[in-house]
């Protein structure tokens, strides 16, 4: 794609996951120099929060690149491989919690280096905290009669749930 650097600036993509959920980034390796060339590769590592595995075609090679002893070999003048990247939010992800996962190339050749990126994150809040956030904000705006309906509303259900213990607490 004719960009090279060594921080993934404009080759770089953003996703936010929940907890549990795996996304996958597919990094294009090119070898754009004039004669066959291998690739050294080298990728970022897990941490507890974020599980992160590599893959060529159906083949796992994430020890290897994790490692930087992942060579793509033979890759021809104009040519590229194409590595999928999967990234996991695990259980113990919080939110807020985010993890840059790098991909970096290098030529052994020329010693060219090219680095990609892909930022994972986990939001702040749930889409149904979201949601709730949205009702809270569109009550806010609404006229101060509704307001006061709703927290009337609220008032009184709160009493209700609070009797409803007292009386199964005795």
Known sequence: NGV???????QARTVEL?????????????????DVDDL???GTRE???????????????SDQVKAGTF????????????????????PRARPGDSRRTFVRSISQTDGR?????ATTRIPLF????????ELVNQTR????RNRLALNRTLTTKAQRWAEYLAAISR
């Open 4 to 10: 090279y650097n060594r921080n993934g600036d404009r």
């Open 18 to 34: 929940q907890r549990g959920q795996v996304t996958s980034f597919f990094v294009k390796v090119q070898n754009d120099g004039p």
């Open 40 to 42: 050294r590769i080298s």
């Open 47 to 61: 941490t507890t929060a974020f599980a992160v595995r590599y893959f060529l075609g159906p083949t796992r090679v």
């Open 71 to 90: 060579v793509l070999r033979g890759v021809p003048a104009g040519g590229e491989r194409v590595l999928r990247v999967e990234v996991e939010a695990t």
């Open 113 to 117: 280096v090219d680095v990609v990126r």
């Open 126 to 133: 749930t889409p149904e905290q979201e949601r709730i956030a």
């Open 141 to 144: 705006a609404a006229n101060g």
